[in-house]
């Protein structure tokens, strides 16, 4: 029985984590495109700036849209939460069009590929390291804390030089947490003896973790590398 169950955890596991870097790279691709379109209207990316309701409309809807995904994952069907997971990465499209808009096209293709490389090689240090990363992922979480009390403080101070530490800072966080998040994903997957609904809820929610530790990793590499136009 042993036998028959890492059989089908041997069968199972790999088409898993294959599809939590598919649904992960799906949602850039939709955030991507999103943004794009934005872009070639000015006009569009002008309404998000000046309209503060729009703007903190979107991003109080992010919110919601993570937190009722994580929150409700267990009571909600598998298409739901890809439905919803997909809503997010459209409103996360818009939210970021502003921010891109700053920046000439050469330099966000250049971090993006940076971004993806940085991205790729702590995935595959958190995927194959024999370390147990459940500690620092305790410190990345608090400091992931401390890094979102700085950036609301600084809202108000407008201090370049904090936001420039902030920048760094958070490159470090979410270099980490994209290891951190890669083993924990791995090793929650590998307890699933079939590929049934919850297996495969699982594996959204970490896509989902990898998309934030992805998108997070960019903005910050972005203010850092990127030419502003």
Not at 52 to 78: D, T, Y
Not at 79 to 86: D, K, N
Not at 159 to 178: E, K, M, P, Q, R
Not at 201 to 225: C, E, H, T, V, W
Request: with cysteine; hydrophobic share 55%.
């Amino acid at each position: 029985m042993i036998n028959e169950q890492e059989g089908t955890l041997s069968a199972a596991f790999p088409a898993l984590m294959r599809k939590v870097y598919l649904w992960m790279t799906l949602a850039l691709a939709i955030t991507g495109f999103t943004s794009m379109i934005v872009l070639s209207n000015e006009q569009f990316v002008f309404t998000i700036i000046s309209n503060q309701v729009l703007f903190w409309g979107l991003i109080i809807g992010e919110l919601v849209l993570v937190f009722v995904i994580s929150g409700r994952i267990n009571k909600m069907s598998i298409t739901t939460a890809t439905i919803l997971f997909v809503l997010y990465a459209v409103v996360n499209g818009l939210t970021l069009s502003p921010l891109l808009f700053a920046f000439t096209k050469a330099s966000i293709a250049k971090v993006f590929f940076i971004t993806a490389g940085t991205f790729g090689v702590m995935s595959v240090i958190g995927y194959t390291t024999k370390t147990d990363l459940s500690s620092m992922g305790k410190i990345l979480f608090m400091a992931l804390i401390g890094l979102i009390i700085a950036t609301v403080v600084n809202l108000f101070m407008h201090n370049s030089t904090l936001d420039l530490i902030i920048s760094y800072a958070g490159v470090l966080i979410f270099v980490g947490l994209t290891a951190w998040d890669t083993q924990k994903i791995k090793n929650m997957l590998a307890m699933c003896e079939e590929p049934n609904e919850q297996a495969h809820k699982i594996a959204l929610m970490g896509s989902l973790a990898l998309y934030l530790d992805f998108i997070n990793l960019f903005i910050y590499l972005l203010r850092i590398l990127g030419d502003r136009k």
